[in-house]
């Protein structure tokens, strides 16, 4: 069976298919993709964070061009204009009219007047919101599409936000890196959507740590249980494209399964807290209990194996009626850290916290503004400086991260680390039209039966 367009049924061997370090090409894959490093030493060393601005820069009116018009995308452009002056909303794009126009309506009330030749509708809007006129595209679709997009926005040297997943399979994770690399060739400037590394308080934590502050890391546990996600139920008058994609967040194809749609945050948390270095392999076991459409798992457990015997737990939850954490814990040899705003002792005494501003306080300096809006002025600050930034490295390996756990649960079988990044699976149909999806079924995968 070739897993290329097929979901109804995974095989190890459909993962695995044409699997060889060969198929990676000509591209050069990066150091932190082909090995583990890093020691005590390292660690020690002076660490660079990035700088948290009240605002962007001022400077020549930036242009940007929305493409996904659903709730985060509408956030992201909102963001866009909080994060300095002169910054402008011009075109959108979207496959849904009423998506789009609530969107519009929205970014109405921010003071953007978006005309009607720059409002695209359907499977190609990507192409016209890119040429459109724009300096910087944002990218909110559902991240089936990202790598194409992506792919178009370089190729037209745009500068790019792209929301976290940037895929939901191997071969896509590898387009992102191709063009993240042609980005960079470029000059530039590309930020995703993994939050926390925006965010002050969890900067300032991993400065602390990654200066030695808990030692050499030895552990991690992670864990994100929280309640059911939205699902909207098939109407008679759709066809398999439309229902898949206004209920992307339930099926794999289009969103990747829970862990790397969502998990991914925590994934990529604890992997920067440890130095972005990769694991080795995936043991994971997972299923579904009352998720009530798609395809997808309503749980997974994770355990990532690290080329020096190091191993972190990750395991996360989608289900109503249950209590609800999220935690994110490193382990070291002087102590441990929540990697947000809190380093321990061994004994579990407070060894530093973050020192948060009381609203009477003369000094806000320690005042931790908005994420979502900080990684936009982040790329907008390297836009107006000429001072690239490009992340796209650590997006893909937090990504590849997720999708390794999610096909070890998927199949019984542990995954590892060569054997994702040589896998030539392809998620999702070969076109995207509205009209029927014959090969994508809602079928849950059976770990253990489906090989």
Same mark, same amino acid.
């Given at each position: ?11 190890? %061997? ?12 000509? @591209?050069?894959? +990066? ?14 060393? !002076?660490?660079?964070?990035? !700088?948290?601005?009240? #605002? ?17 995308? #509408? ?30 309506? #929205? ?18 809007? $990507? ?24 792919? $178009?926005?370089?190729? =037209?040297?745009? /500068? ?36 926390? &590394? ?8 991993? &400065? ?12 991690? /546990? ?12 098939? %109407?008679? !008058? ?23 749609? =969502? ?28 998720? @009530? ?5 309503? /749980? ?10 190091? &191993?972190?737990?990750?395991?996360s939850r989608q289900m109503a009626g249950c ?21 321990? /002792? +061994? ?8 020192? $948060? ?17 900080? !990684?936009?002025? %982040?790329?907008? #600050? ?6 690239? *930034? ?33 896998s030539t699976m392809k998620l999702g149909p ?9 090969? *994508? ?11």
């Amino acid at each position: 069976m070739d897993f290329n367009t097929k979901q109804s049924t995974r095989t190890r %061997r459909d993962f695995f298919k044409n699997s060889a370090l060969g198929v990676i090409g000509t @591209v050069s894959v +990066p150091a932190f993709l082909t090995g583990c490093s890093g020691s005590s030493e390292t660690r020690l060393k !002076e660490v660079v964070v990035p !700088e948290i601005l009240g #605002t962007a820069p001022d400077g020549k009116p930036l242009k940007a061009g929305l493409v996904g018009c659903g709730g985060r995308g #509408t956030g992201a452009a909102c963001n866009f204009l909080d994060a300095g002056a002169n910054l402008q909303i011009t075109a959108l794009g979207d496959v849904f009219k009423d998506k789009l126009d609530a969107c519009r309506e #929205t970014l109405k009330g921010k003071g953007q007047e978006i005309t009607d030749d720059n409002c695209f509708l359907g499977f190609d809007a $990507y192409q016209k919101v890119i040429d459109s006129g724009v300096d910087v595209v944002l990218l909110c679709t559902p991240p089936v599409f990202r790598p194409i997009h992506f792919e $178009y926005a370089i190729e =037209q040297n745009k /500068h790019c936000f792209i929301e976290k997943p940037c895929a939901v399979d191997p071969s896509g994770a590898r387009r992102i890196l191709v063009s993240g690399k042609k980005a960079a060739q470029q000059g530039l400037s590309v930020i995703s959507g993994t939050i926390r &590394r925006s965010q002050k308080d969890c900067i300032e934590t991993f &400065r602390r740590v990654a200066g030695g502050a808990i030692g050499d890391i030895v552990s991690a /546990h992670v864990s994100r249980m929280g309640g059911a996600l939205w699902y909207i139920q098939r %109407r008679p !008058e759709w066809s398999d494209m439309e229902y898949m994609l206004r209920n992307w967040v339930n099926f794999c194809w289009t969103s990747g399964d829970l862990i790397v749609e =969502q998990f991914i945050h925590e994934i990529d948390q604890m992997s920067w807290f440890m130095g972005d270095k990769h694991p080795v392999r995936a043991e994971a076991t997972g299923g579904r209990q009352r998720r @009530v459409t798609g395809d997808m798992y309503d /749980h997974f457990s994770v355990e990532y194996l690290y080329e020096n015997g190091l &191993r972190t737990h990750c395991t996360s939850r989608q289900m109503a009626g249950c209590d609800n954490q999220n935690i994110i814990m490193v382990y070291g040899t002087k102590g441990y850290t929540n990697c947000n705003n809190a380093i321990y /002792h +061994p004994d579990g005494s407070i060894a530093w916290q973050y020192p $948060y501003p009381k609203p009477e306080d003369t000094d806000q300096s320690m005042t931790v503004p908005d994420p979502y809006v900080q !990684e936009l002025i %982040r790329l907008i #600050t390297a836009i107006r400086t000429n001072q690239p *930034i490009n992340d796209v490295e650590q997006q893909v390996q937090s990504t590849l991260m997720a999708i390794m756990g999610r096909e070890s649960a998927y199949t019984g079988k542990f995954v590892t680390w060569d054997e994702v990044m040589a896998s030539t699976m392809k998620l999702g149909p070969d076109s995207f039209q509205f009209g029927p999806v014959p090969d *994508i079924k809602e079928v849950i995968p059976v770990a253990g039966k489906s090989y």
